[in-house]
C-alpha cells in the first residue's frame, strides 16, 4: 500500500462523485502504510480553505484539503490519542452536518425558553 | 424515543451527543473492519440494542487479558463499550468481594438466563477433579460448566482460554485445557493472543452488541475480521522479504535498516492476527515495527513450536519437488512458497530439522 495508490482509490471517489454525485471514504487506520507513506499523502493533498473541531468525546479534526470535495477527518479520545482516521470524498461529512432530530429538539427548546421568558417578564430570554 | 435501557439511551444519559454518537459509531465500524458505509446501519442498531449482561470468568490466567482491556488510565472510545455493557461479574475488576460478589454472579446468571454472555480468560485446569484452580471453593470445571448452561455465547479471551496456552504447554502438569474442548453445545467465539490486541476483543463485543449475533468465525473459531490474514501477508517489511533482504543478528546493519526478521525466528508466515494493520498502544506500533520478530502467540501450541530465534523449519517434502507439482497444478511459484510455509509449523513439530531461508526461496527456472 503507498500513497500513489491511496491517490488513485480517492482520483475514482472524486470522478464518481462528481458525475453520480455519490462519493465514498477511505480508512486510514487499517492500512499497512510504509514508514514516510503518511506524511507523503498530506503532502500530496495539502490544506484546504476549510477546518474545523468537533467536541464530542474528544476532539475531532475536520479538514478539507487542497482538493475539494476531499476531506481529512481526524478522531481524537479526550487524551488526544487518535482512534479512528479517515478520507472522505463529498462535499460535506455527515459528522459536519447538524442531525435532523437535533433541529427539532433546538426548535422546541428555544420556543419553551421563550415562553417562559415571557411569563417571567424576562425580555432577553 | 428508544426505551431507557437501549445503548442510544444510555450514550444520551452520559451526555454524549448525536454527533458524539456518529464518532461512536464511526471508531466501532474501524473497530469491526467495517466500511464506513455501514455507520448508519450500526448507529441504528445500536441506538435500540440492549444493554446486554456480562459475566466474566478468569480462570487459570495471568490476568494479561483483562489488563489489555482496563490499562488504559484516560477513558477511550473502546471504555465506553465496557460502560455501554453491564458487566455483571468480573471478580478482579469489581467492587464486591467474597459472598456478595458470588451471590451478584448467581443473581445475573437467573436473572438473565439463556441471554447473558459468558467471557472466559484462562485456561480450565482437569487433572485431580480440577482442583488446581478454584474461585470460592468452586472448581473452574465446575464453574464453567454451570456458567455456560445460561449463556447465549461464550467469547474465549486469550490464547489459554481459546487454545490452552501456557499452561497447557509440554508437561502440562496440570492437565490445561481450552473453553472448547469443555463446552460442546454453545457458540464459542476464540479471541486468542497473548494478550489479545484490545480492540479485537472490544471489536468483537461491539460485533455482539450491534447485531446481536457472532461474526463470521475461522476453522479454529476465531472472527475472520480480525484473524483472517496472517502477520506475514499484511507486514510492512514484506517488500524486504520479498527481495531477499533479511537481518543476521539483533543490531545488525540489516536490523538497523528495518530488514525482514525471518532469520531471526518471525513467525508471521504462519500466524493470524491483526497486529500488523490494527497494532498495539492505540496504534502505536507492534513487535515487528519495534525489530522483533512474531512469536505467534495467536496460533495453538505456540509455546510448543521450537524455538521463537529459530527460522521456521522446512517442510516435510523438499521444496523443489513440491513447488514442481504446484507448478505443474498452474499454481505460481510464489503460492507453492506460500503454500509450504502454512504446513511448516506441522512439520517443525515433528521434523526438528533447522533450515535457512535459502530453503525458501525460489529455485532458479521456476516460475513466479
Known amino acids: 500500500m503507498s500513497a500513489a495508490a491511496l491517490l488513485h482509490e480517492i482520483a475514482a471517489l472524486l470522478d464518481s462523485l462528481d458525475r453520480m454525485g455519490q462519493g465514498g471514504s477511505v480508512q486510514l487506520n487499517g492500512l499497512p502504510l510504509l514508514p514516510g507513506d503518511y506524511e507523503a499523502l498530506q503532502e500530496a493533498l495539502g490544506e484546504g480553505e476549510l477546518s474545523a473541531e468537533l467536541q464530542a ?7 478539507e484539503t487542497a482538493l475539494h470535495g476531499v476531506w481529512w477527518l481526524t478522531h481524537r479520545n479526550s487524551a488526544g490519542e487518535v482512534v479512528a482516521e479517515s478520507i472522505e ?32 417578564g424576562d425580555r432577553h430570554g | 424515543m428508544a426505551d431507557e435501557n437501549s445503548l442510544g439511551a444510555i450514550l444520551r444519559a452520559q451526555g454524549v451527543s448525536r454527533r458524539g454518537f456518529l464518532k461512536f459509531c464511526g471508531a466501532m ?16 442498531a445500536l441506538g435500540k ?5 456480562v459475566i466474566w470468568l478468569s480462570f487459570q490466567e495471568c490476568t494479561g487479558c483483562t489488563e489489555s482491556l482496563s490499562r488504559s488510565h484516560t477513558p477511550t472510545l473502546e471504555a465506553l463499550i465496557f460502560d455501554a455493557i453491564s458487566l455483571d461479574y468480573h471478580h478482579t475488576l469489581q467492587a464486591a ?14 436473572q438473565f438466563f ?42 474465549a479471551v486469550g490464547t489459554c482460554a481459546a487454545f490452552g496456552g501456557i499452561p497447557h504447554a509440554n508437561p502440562n502438569p496440570t492437565g490445561a485445557v481450552a473453553v472448547s ?12 493472543g497473548c494478550p489479545p490486541i484490545p480492540v479485537v476483543i472490544t471489536g468483537v463485543l461491539a460485533h455482539y452488541l450491534t447485531f446481536g449475533t457472532l461474526p463470521e468465525l475461522d476453522d479454529l473459531g476465531r472472527p475472520k475480521a480480525f484473524y483472517g490474514e496472517s502477520i506475514h501477508d499484511r507486514c510492512y517489511r514484506r517488500p524486504f522479504y520479498d527481495q531477499g533482504k533479511f537481518a543476521k543478528t539483533f543490531d545488525d546493519e540489516g536490523a538497523r535498516n528495518g530488514w525482514c526478521l525471518f532469520e531471526l525466528g518471525c513467525k508471521g508466515p504462519t500466524t493470524f492476527n491483526a497486529c500488523a494493520t490494527t497494532k498495539w498502544n492505540q496504534g502505536t506500533s507492534f513487535p515487528i515495527e519495534s525489530g522483533h520478530g512474531c512469536l505467534g502467540c495467536s496460533e495453538p501450541n505456540f509455546w510448543d513450536a521450537g524455538s521463537f530465534y529459530q527460522a521456521l523449519s522446512v517442510p516435510i517434502t523438499p521444496l523443489g519437488k ?27 513439530k515433528s521434523g526438528h530439522q533447522t533450515v535457512t531461508v535459502n530453503d525458501l526461496e525460489k529455485q532458479p527456472g521456476e516460475a513466479r
Open chain 1, 57 to 63: 468525546l474528544g476532539p475531532t479534526q475536520i479538514r
Open chain 1, 89 to 120: 470524498v463529498t462535499r460535506c461529512p455527515d459528522i459536519l452536518q447538524t442531525p435532523a432530530e437535533d433541529v427539532s429538539e433546538s426548535a422546541q427548546h428555544l420556543r419553551e425558553r421563550l415562553l417562559i421568558a415571557c411569563e417571567t
Open chain 2, 29 to 44: 465500524a474501524a473497530l469491526m473492519a467495517l466500511p464506513p458505509s455501514m455507520v448508519p446501519a450500526i448507529a441504528a
Open chain 2, 49 to 53: 440494542a440492549q444493554r446486554p449482561s
Open chain 2, 97 to 110: 468481594s467474597g459472598e456478595a460478589a458470588e451471590a451478584a454472579r448467581a443473581t445475573a446468571m437467573k
Open chain 2, 114 to 155: 439463556g441471554k447473558y454472555l459468558l467471557v472466559v480468560d484462562g485456561s480450565i485446569p482437569l487433572k485431580d477433579g480440577g482442583v488446581y484452580s478454584t474461585i470460592a471453593g468452586m472448581s473452574n470445571l465446575d464453574m464453567l460448566q454451570e456458567a455456560a448452561k445460561g449463556a447465549a455465547a461464550i467469547v
Open chain 2, 181 to 192: 474442548d469443555i463446552i460442546k453445545n454453545k457458540p464459542i467465539i476464540n479471541v486468542s
Open chain 2, 322 to 348: 513440491a513447488a514442481a507439482i504446484a507448478a505443474a497444478a498452474g499454481i505460481a511459484g510464489g503460492a507453492a512458497i506460500a503454500m509450504h510455509n502454512r504446513h511448516v509449523k506441522a512439520g517443525a
